[in-house]
């Protein structure tokens, strides 16, 4: 029975906001309070990568559940991908954390303790959420998912499983205490806000007991991201409470979806009168390392100040190249996003984060190079706008191999050097303190709140050096996965006319005879010879910083 005294005041102090709160949750609130939840303090972990291994089950030891009164690490949640799974594990504050080679990933019939199959984890992370990430190979159909410890045959007891077809994944306070969540499966329109009446937010620690939901009112919903009105009880509860209830979405009159979405992380509700940084850039990227110093060491030349890098999945070690960068003090920060195909809602959290700290975002992939024909500089460029401007929309140069068949070991700015004519598309530079409260983007830009506008920038100005098409051997990755959410991959029969689409490769990830000669319809050596006149050594013709194993200038005509 809903609680009637004590939530009239309540509902008044809220406006419009009804709080359904049962006397079972407050009952569980308060006991959870008094017991507390010092083992959800979790610690971060090492990180390897491998491809799946079969191990023989005959050689292994005998596996054994682990008790539950037994301090040991235990499954949070599991999550399947089309082509992996993602498990959860939390850990008490005093435990060891593992390594890939700790542990194994195993596959179980319902009801059973005995492994079907036993195989190597792909990799291991604990840079998200202070939670450390398994990422296994796929479970077979009719398997569930764990992780046994090599050394002791400890089998982890099966954390609760979710589809990423239907889930909200991640959540966050904004600064005016609304929460946004960030969902799968909605299958919205993108570019568009939906209606928010259709649609309700819902509270708590166990969804399949209704009893024990809290529900509020959507206040904006568009493409993956929902912002709710957030209940007075998780914003004045304590945060060893709170940080273990979840948050999830559904439509009026359907099923609630399910949800791996905690909203324990607030943003600053005082924001600085000066931001920190007048331009930083976002970005996302999955197995990008060997291309990121080069970017980075540019960008910070022309002007940029700081770096949000979304890392979607790499197995390449990219955390050791983000941490030597910080080392030569460059302001690096990697925030892992394991979520496939969400480049937008990756973006959407990103400007929320950036909006504290920098004046300016540009959201540029890792091969996007902002390049200034005209000689001027991204602070002269961005001192010049009117205030009322919030976006600058900058024009994408595409670039081919350029007749090379291998990586540049120059760097792509001096090894790529012939592009298409036309240009296709433009990213942007945005304001993030004017972003319009739905979060909406289509990658390319944002939609702004009222009384903001964009510019186009002239190419003679400034324009982007999209090493779009580079040697095979870089493409096939590109080929393999693509991030954004609206978006067709390119091994489906879909949007065959689409700018993101490769002209004339068709479906099939196959490298095409004439691959090192195809989209060079202009030499363009512009950005080549402005990076050897800003940065090269006379004498050693290298990147300041760099090692000469890694990148080389060398001044070519």
């Known amino acids: 029975m809903v609680l009637e005294m004590g939530m009239k005041n309540r509902r008044k102090r809220e406006g419009q906001y009804v709080v359904a709160l049962n006397r079972a949750f407050c009952c569980l609130l308060v006991l959870v309070f008094f017991f507390g939840f010092s083992f959800s303090t979790l610690r971060l972990l090492l990180r390897g990568n491998s491809r799946p291994r079969l191990i023989s089950l005959g050689k292994t030891p005998a596996l054994k559940v682990i008790s539950g009164n037994s301090p040991a690490v235990s499954v949070r949640e599991t999550v399947t991908f089309p082509d992996q ?7 008490p504050q005093t435990t060891p954390l593992f390594t890939k080679d700790d542990i194994n990933c195993v596959y179980l019939s319902p009801n059973s303790s005995q492994p079907q199959l036993n195989l190597q ?11 450390q990430i398994v990422w296994c190979p796929i479970q077979p159909r009719g398997l569930t998912a764990s992780i046994v410890i090599k050394s002791n045959g400890h089998l982890l007891p099966i954390g609760p499983t979710y589809s990423w077809d239907s889930l909200a994944y991640e959540a966050l306070i904004d600064r005016d205490n609304t929460t946004i969540v960030f969902v799968k499966g909605l299958n919205l329109r993108g570019g568009r806000a939906a209606d928010p009446s259709r649609f309700e937010c819902v509270y708590g620690w166990d969804f399949t007991k209704s009893k024990l939901f809290l529900r509020s009112e959507v206040i904006s919903i568009g493409q993956e991201v929902v912002r709710c009105k957030t209940p007075l009880s998780i914003l004045s509860g304590p945060q060893s409470v709170n940080s273990s209830i979840k948050v999830s979405v559904r439509g009026i009159g359907r099923p609630l979806m399910s949800s791996v979405a905690r909203p324990n992380r607030r943003l600053d509700p005082d924001p600085p009168v000066r931001k920190q940084h007048e331009i930083c850039v976002c970005t996302m990227l999955r197995n990008q390392a060997q291309f990121l110093r080069e970017w980075v060491v540019y960008h910070a030349r022309i002007g940029i100040q700081r770096w949000f890098i979304y890392d979607n999945n790499s197995d390449d070690d990219i ?21 496939i195909k969400t480049q937008e809602a990756g973006f959407s959290h990103c400007a929320l984060r950036a909006r504290d700290s920098c004046e300016w975002v540009g959201f540029i992939d890792v091969d996007e190079f902002l390049h200034f024909p005209s000689g001027l ?31 540049p070991a120059k760097g792509v700015t001096q090894g790529y050097t012939c592009r298409m004519a036309a240009p296709e598309r433009h990213k942007s530079i945005v304001r993030p303190e004017a972003v319009n409260s739905t979060l909406i983007n289509s990658v ?29 051997e870089v493409f096939k990755e590109k080929f393999y996965r693509r991030v954004a959410t609206y978006v067709a991959d390119w091994q489906e029969d879909e949007n065959v006319g689409s700018k993101d689409r490769t002209p004339g490769l068709g479906t099939r990830p196959v490298e095409p005879l004439d691959w090192p000669t195809r989209f060079c319809e202009v030499v363009d050596t512009g950005l080549r010879d402005q990076v050897v006149e800003m940065f090269s050594n006379p004498k050693t013709r290298m990147l300041p910083g760099q090692k000469k194993e890694n990148f080389r200038l060398i001044a070519t005509g």
Not at 121 to 126: E, L, N
Not at 319 to 339: A, V
Not at 378 to 389: A, E, K
């Open 121 to 131: 984890p792909f990799s291991i992370d604990g840079e998200y959420s202070d939670l």
């Open 319 to 339: 955390s050791s190249l983000i941490e030597s960068l910080n080392d030569e003090n460059f302001n690096i920060t990697r925030h892992l996003w394991p979520w």
């Open 85 to 91: 799974t993602l498990i959860f594990l939390k850990y």
């Open 377 to 407: 500089s991204l602070h002269d460029v961005i001192g010049n706008l009117t205030g009322s401007v919030a976006e600058l929309r900058v024009s994408c140069h595409s670039f081919g191999p350029s007749g090379l068949k291998r990586v």
């Open 444 to 472: 390319h830009h944002f939609h702004l709140a009222s009384g903001f506008v964009f510019v186009n920038m002239e190419r003679h100005v400034l324009v982007i050096n999209h090493y779009k098409y580079p040697v095979w």
